[in-house]
């Protein structure tokens, strides 16, 4: 009977260990959601605070909106989807700066 009880135990330590794997990957996603969300608010807030035009380099860390969509900034529904699609890449960019430049570009096709 001791064979069975050792697999069992064995089988529980697996189990356990995975599931502490799995919460802590899941801790670190939340993590970083959080803190996607946050830089995006922070963001947003700030544009509506201060406006599109007074939107700065030095405040963003190298700019936000591209200069085609601050020109085109009519309050129409695309200059409004291309601010909160910059607000989203420039997020991305704080939160996980090495990210590749190619999962950007899918990330601002998804969001086209």
Same mark, same amino acid.
């Given at each position: 009977?001791?064979?069975?009880?050792?697999?069992?135990?064995?089988?529980?330590?697996?189990?356990?260990?995975?599931?502490?794997?799995?919460?802590?990957?899941? @801790?670190?996603?939340?993590?970083?959601?959080?803190?996607?969300?946050?830089?995006?608010? @922070?963001?947003?807030?700030?544009?509506?605070?201060?406006?599109?035009?007074?939107?700065?380099?030095?405040?963003?860390?190298?700019?936000?909106?591209?200069?085609?969509?601050?020109?085109?900034?009519?309050?129409?529904?695309?200059?409004?989807?291309?601010?909160?699609?910059?607000?989203?890449?420039?997020?991305?960019?704080?939160?996980?700066?090495?990210?590749?430049?190619?999962?950007?570009?899918?990330?601002?096709?998804?969001?086209?």
């Amino acid at each position: 009977m001791e064979p069975n009880t050792e697999k069992s135990g064995s089988a529980n330590n697996l189990i356990k260990s995975r599931c502490s794997e799995i919460n802590e990957i899941c @801790d670190e996603t939340s993590i970083v959601a959080h803190k996607l969300i946050g830089q995006m608010l @922070d963001t947003w807030l700030f544009v509506e605070n201060n406006g599109l035009n007074e939107l700065t380099g030095d405040h963003l860390g190298g700019g936000l909106a591209s200069q085609g969509s601050q020109d085109d900034d009519d309050g129409s529904p695309n200059s409004l989807e291309n601010l909160e699609r910059d607000i989203v890449i420039h997020a991305v960019k704080r939160i996980l700066p090495n990210v590749s430049k190619s999962c950007l570009d899918r990330v601002k096709r998804i969001m086209s």
